[in-house]
């Protein structure tokens, strides 16, 4: 069975530590993508990429860096963590769009800063 | 830039009766996906809509494309409580970038 997984489903941490937020894809895909989602707020992106050490900035950036060493591996790195990063993230991948896949989520992780 | 627009956000409904869930795109696009989430869940992959026309159907769930109304539908029949969930379009870009674009998502409450 195909899967992203997310390195934990729960986390808490304190305000100003730095934070590694761990996505592993075991689908060979190219993409791969960060999000976070909070209530009425929908989906939004952080940041993606396309292939290894490849990243661009999504919509809300600031706050977030990521690291691609390894195709199958994206992680997310809060800098300083600050309350207001409190959130679900969500880790995707998916092939390069055109081929109808879509993207695979991982199980998310929910983030507490406090 | 392409935007997406469902409706209606908040749904709620009685078990049994049938409804229908919309997703509006702003640009041309023949691929469209629906997804599933349940509360405090991450997203699960429920259609994949690939050219004009296509219709989908799973259980009590049918999805449909209409690549020239840009537009897709995601129709409830007779429903029941375990459909209770948010359910999220995303479209993909005919070109350029390699993001789909989602949705803001509609919440589905069925009541007994």
């Known amino acids: 069975d195909v899967k992203v997984t997310q390195s934990s489903r729960y986390l808490v941490k304190r305000t100003g530590e730095k934070v590694f937020l761990e996505c592993v894809q075991d689908?060979?895909?190219?993409?791969m993508f960060w999000y976070r989602q909070d209530p009425g707020l929908g989906l939004r992106l952080i940041y993606f990429?396309?292939?290894?050490?490849?990243?661009e900035k999504g919509d809300i950036p600031e706050g977030y860096s990521v690291s691609r060493e390894k195709k199958e591996r994206f992680s997310l790195i809060l800098e300083s963590a600050s309350t207001n990063q409190t959130s679900m993230y969500l880790c995707?991948?998916?092939?390069?769009?055109?081929?109808?896949?879509?993207?695979?989520f991982g199980s998310g992780t929910r983030l507490t800063v406090v | 830039e392409l935007k997406v627009e469902q409706n209606p956000l908040f749904l709620s409904m009685q078990e049994g009766k049938n409804y229908t869930i919309y997703c509006n795109y702003s640009?041309?696009?023949?691929?469209l996906y629906w997804y599933r989430q349940d509360p405090g869940k991450s997203l699960e992959s429920l259609f994949v809509l690939l050219s004009n026309g296509a219709v989908k159907q799973e259980g009590r769930l049918m999805a449909s494309l209409d690549t020239k109304a840009r537009l897709s539908t995601l129709h409830i029949t007779a429903a029941v409580h375990d459909l209770s969930a948010t359910y999220f379009c995303?479209?993909?870009?005919?070109?350029?970038?390699?993001?789909?674009?989602f949705g803001t998502g509609t919440r589905l409450t069925i009541i007994p």
């Open positions: 689908m060979d895909h190219e993409n």
């Open positions: 640009t041309t696009s023949d691929r």
């Open positions: 990429s396309y292939d290894v050490k490849m990243k």
């Open positions: 995707a991948s998916s092939l390069p769009l055109g081929q109808g896949n879509g993207y695979t």
């Open positions: 995303a479209v993909e870009p005919s070109k350029g970038n390699e993001k789909l674009t």
